[in-house]
């Protein structure tokens, strides 16, 4: 193992788990809504750059 090899296994675990679906997501804007949907998040993984959309 390299001497930077515990950080990459730390980048090759968070990997994974964005590959799972489990990001890291840190909230972009939040838009307000009417009605029975309401407000929503987008947010985006701070770690793979994924871009979503979310209930707060
Ligand atoms: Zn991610």
Redesign the pocket.
Known sequence: MSADGFGGFINMA??L??LLG????AVVSRTFGFGPSGDVEKVE??????VTARKP
């Open positions: 968070a990997r788990l964005c489990f990001h890291d997501y993984c701070r770690r793979c750059g994924y």
